[in-house]
């Protein structure tokens, strides 16, 4: 087999498995474009006049939904960026000042997030009511930076480590504050590990639907919230809401990843492939 043919079949397979992986984003994104008698006809039809009702009802008859999508933006936002900057903190002192039990530390925070919601859900909802901090905007915010916190340390820590200390002494012989050297010196040198915290974090608050559902509310309702309690109309599943709001709800989340894809290779390697960015 030539190189070219080699070539040719390998960027070949590649495309066959990114279409294919692709396949039911694509559909669905066809679907919100469909009459509900298109959806859910047999065979299914490929060929169709468009309709642009199902976003317009989206928008019009449904009341809740601008305010669910700025609470998704809101929340997301909020929480990852109060989360990645608390991270770069911690993880500049386990960096650089290694204190006792860094091995431990480090892996006790990853292990919050080896918990499954479900298994924490009741404390964090009785401890929600006892303060009154239910649907509470500041307060669902402030949970899902705690929960972002430990796999943010984790990725920026590595990216620190690859950041020599040479750096940090060269700042305080000339007279620089900690401050300076931190976010003067330092920083720029990890961004590309900070925006892959960000967007991974952001990911991660953007999907979330059990936390909001418990110890949310009707002023917290976000997109997965109203995906989850909307599905269900006139004695079946609603397709056309479920489409229009999905294809809606997936294009920040792509932009974000499409912009800065180049960072998240060397995020989901801990900062250890330096070369891609």
């Not at 469909?34 to 006809?41: E, F, G, S, Y």
């Not at 468009?50 to 809740?64: A, C, M, Q």
């Not at 929480?79 to 204190?99: D, E, H, M, T």
């Not at 509470?136 to 930076?145: D, E, V």
Request: aromatic residues 18%; glycine residues 6%; charged residues 10%.
């Amino acid at each position: 087999m030539s190189h070219r043919l080699r070539t040719w079949t390998y960027y070949g397979v590649l495309w066959l498995v990114s279409l294919l992986f692709f396949s039911p984003v694509a559909w669905i994104i066809l679907s919100s474009f469909k009459t509900r008698n298109d959806i859910l006809a047999t065979p299914p039809k490929l060929v169709f006049t468009p309709t642009l009702d199902n976003y317009i009802d989206l928008f019009t008859r449904n009341t809740s939904f601008l305010l669910q999508l700025g609470n998704s933006i809101l929340l997301s936002v909020s929480a990852v960026v109060i989360a990645v900057f608390v991270s770069f903190l911690a993880a500049f002192c386990f960096s650089r000042f290694k204190p006792k039990g860094t091995d431990f530390l480090m892996f006790l925070l990853l292990s919050i997030r080896m918990l499954p919601g479900p298994a924490v859900i009741l404390p964090v909802f009785l401890m929600y009511v006892a303060f009154g901090w239910k649907d509470n905007h500041l307060a669902l915010i402030l949970f899902y930076a705690m929960f972002s916190i430990p796999f943010s340390v984790w990725i920026l820590k590595g990216f620190l480590d690859g950041v020599s200390t040479r750096f940090d002494e060269t700042g305080r012989v000339n007279g620089g504050s900690w401050f300076h050297v931190i976010f003067k010196v330092v920083l720029p040198q990890v961004k590309p590990g900070l925006i892959a915290a960000f967007i991974f974090n952001l990911i991660f608050v953007w999907n979330e639907f059990l936390f909001n559902f418990i110890i949310g509310g009707v002023t917290t309702q976000n997109i997965p919230y109203a995906l989850a309690v909307g599905a269900y109309s006139d004695g079946g599943l609603n397709w056309t809401f479920i489409s229009a709001l999905t294809s809606i709800y997936i294009v920040p989340p792509v932009l974000f990843i499409y912009f800065f894809q180049k960072y998240l290779l060397v995020g989901m390697t801990f900062g250890t492939v330096r070369g891609e960015v």
